[in-house]
Every structure is written in C-alpha cells, then in structure tokens.
C-alpha cells in the first residue's frame, strides 16, 4: 500500500548541485519487531517522543537537495510518526507499506534492496537508518555534494559512508594490514587505511541499482565519517550509550536531530 502524505516537493523536485543533476530521494526501511533492541525505532530517545524515527525524518526533512522521503515499514506506530512529521514539516514523506515477507528478522538485505529499486522513482535513491541518530542534514547534504561531484569526473558511480580504521586489524590467521616479518609494530601512522563500511548511508542511482542488484555500483566514493557521527545502534548497550552521547552533545549545545 502507497501512501502520499503530500506537502511539498523541494527544489522542484531537482537537486541544487547543479543544472542537469537528477532528483534525489531518500529511503527509510523501518521494518517493525526488532529483536534485538525493543521497539528501536520509536521508543523515546533523548527525551524525544518517536525516538529515532522522528529523529531521522526530521534531520532528512532538513536536507534541501531530497525531493521526498520513502518510508518502508510494516509498523502502524512509524506510520503514525510519519503522517505527524509531514504535517509538522510540510516535506513530502511516501509511506509505503512493506510486505509481511520482506519485513521479518530473517529478511536478506539483497531482496530489500530489489524491492526498494522496484518502488522508487526515477532519481537517486539515498539509502539510510533509524539507527544512525548522528547522521544529520547536513552530513546528508555533503554527500550528494561528494556523489555529485563523483559521478561528474566519471571517476564514482555511487557513494556509501565509510569510518577510517588506523590500527592493528588481525583475522584468525594473523595481522590483515602489516607484515609481523618486516615489522611487529610499526607505527599506525604508516598503516595502510581499512575502511569500515558503517551503513549510515549509501547513494545509487534507481536503474544502477536495478541493473546490479545492489544498493551501490562498483566504484563508490567513500564517504568517510568519524565514530561519533557514524554512530551504529544495533544492540541495546549501543541504544543507551548512544542516548548518553545525545545527552552530552545537547549539553553542549551542539544540535545533531
């Protein structure tokens, strides 16, 4: 079931990056039932009624290169957040009501993505998370900026967010990033840099996507984001360290939803 809540379409429904830039939309998988962490998406966080759902769609109704935001979900109480934030923003967000199949604990990833390239229009779809509460507008806006500027040098054809590792990485069978028979610690400042893919957001274009079967192409920026603003919330001690962060950051004065 699709659902417009109206409001308004920003920039015309074009991206203010450039001329012949395409339309940029973001989509929101909410499934509903989380095991892991109860209720993650709208249980209250910092203080904020509709937790991280609220949350988000806040920051991306701030973003002034997205034309709509799709909201995937099978949960009636995200829905409701939904309609509440279209009202109180005037940004046009699309519920679209996600099948019982594609909504489990057991979904792959893989076929959420072909269902999304399937439901979204024309344009490119920014792909992001209740669960990176951090991530905020205008880390969003320098991204379609990185994946604009990219894909104009015909060096990228997508982006995804990136967190910078500069330490010893071991697998079982031994150090992955530097050779213990040249040196057995060599200074991190001479490693190489891992990147650790942190999925804070990922950007594609609909029919790239369409056509690999993927939420990114084969030569995607890395967007690289430092710990705080990757933050990742996927268990419950992440939900309540995460809240102690929000907390200080509010302290601080520093606006992050």
């Known amino acids: 079931m699709h659902r417009n809540m109206g409001g308004r379409t920003r920039g015309g429904g074009r991206a203010k990056v450039g001329a012949c830039m395409p339309v940029f939309n973001a989509f929101l998988p909410c499934r509903s039932g989380s095991e892991r962490v109860k209720k993650k998406n709208t249980r209250e966080f910092c203080g904020i009624e509709g937790g991280l759902t609220r949350i988000k769609l806040q920051q991306l109704a701030r973003v002034p290169e997205l034309s709509t935001i799709i909201v ?4 009636p109480d995200v829905m409701e957040i939904s309609r509440q934030v279209a009202a109180d ?6 519920i679209i009501e996600r099948p019982e ?3 489990t604990s057991q979904t ?4 959420l993505i072909l269902y999304a390239a399937e439901i979204a229009p024309e344009g490119v779809l920014l792909w992001t998370h209740t669960t990176s509460p951090f991530c905020r507008a205008e880390l969003y806006s320098r991204a379609i900026h990185a994946y604009a500027s990219g894909l104009e040098g015909g060096v990228h054809d997508s982006l995804m967010s990136v967190s910078p590792i500069r330490s010893f990485v071991w697998t079982v069978d031994g150090p992955l990033n530097y050779d213990r028979t040249k040196e057995k610690w060599p200074r991190t400042q001479t490693l190489p840099i891992l990147y650790d893919v942190n999925s804070a957001l990922f950007m594609c274009d609909r029919d790239l996507m369409r056509q690999h079967g993927d939420r990114i192409g084969t030569r995607p920026v890395l967007f690289e984001m430092d710990h705080v603003d990757s933050l990742e919330i996927d268990w419950e001690e992440d939900f309540a360290f995460a809240e102690k962060v929000g907390e200080v950051m509010v302290r601080e004065g520093r606006k992050w939803w």
């Open 72 to 75: 995937s979900t099978n949960d």
């Open 89 to 94: 923003t005037g940004v046009r967000i699309d």
């Open 101 to 103: 199949h594609l909504g």
């Open 108 to 111: 792959r990833t893989d076929d």
